[in-house]
């Protein structure tokens, strides 16, 4: 396991995570009990125990050329997932995804995290980027929110936060994608890099972040 390595399962849970800024009820789905709430700082840190792992078979093609549809193993969401991107493992989010998008540069390896974690019942998308608009700003060394929006997807209605910060002293960039999975669960897709990278890694990687599609809400009765 490469230094880079640790440092992408890292960064990812720090900066990844901020995205969950409602104040959990708590976890569901690839959450992580140490996630930041609204009037709180904690983030969830890997282990450096992290190590890649083989991506899973996609047996099912994506809309997207080259793609195969992820489907969470707890059922909170499904992504499409170029044949490009490189599944790893953390010790410490093990509900949680990663993938590597760029091989290492500048010992820090650019990637995607999708973690999913139940909100305030009622919580609606708007008010979901809101408070990760604030968090980002109060829990990340010289946070900035550079745009936020809601968009359509390719399968649902998605809120975008882009944002950077400083963690573990490394200057980041985040695309943070979040999309509600009925009524009480987020769930958070984040493409995370340097700087210099990021520009060109979003261009190539947003069409796969806005493929996220969560759960619709259980009918009633199940």
Known sequence: MTRASHRVARTAATLG???????????????????????GSTTSTPSATSSPVPAPPGTVPGTLPGTTVFTDPQGTYTIEVPSGWKAFASAANKESEFWAVAEPANGFTANVSVTSQTIRPGSTLQQFVDSTSAAVASQLGSGKVTNTSITQGASAQLGVVEYGGVTSGTELRSLAVVGLSGHRTAVVATLTALPLDYPGLRRQNEQYLLTLNPAPPAAPGT
């Open 17 to 39: 995570f901020i995205a969950l800024a409602l104040g959990p009820a708590g976890c569901s789905g690839g959450g992580s009990s140490g996630q930041p709430a609204s009037g």
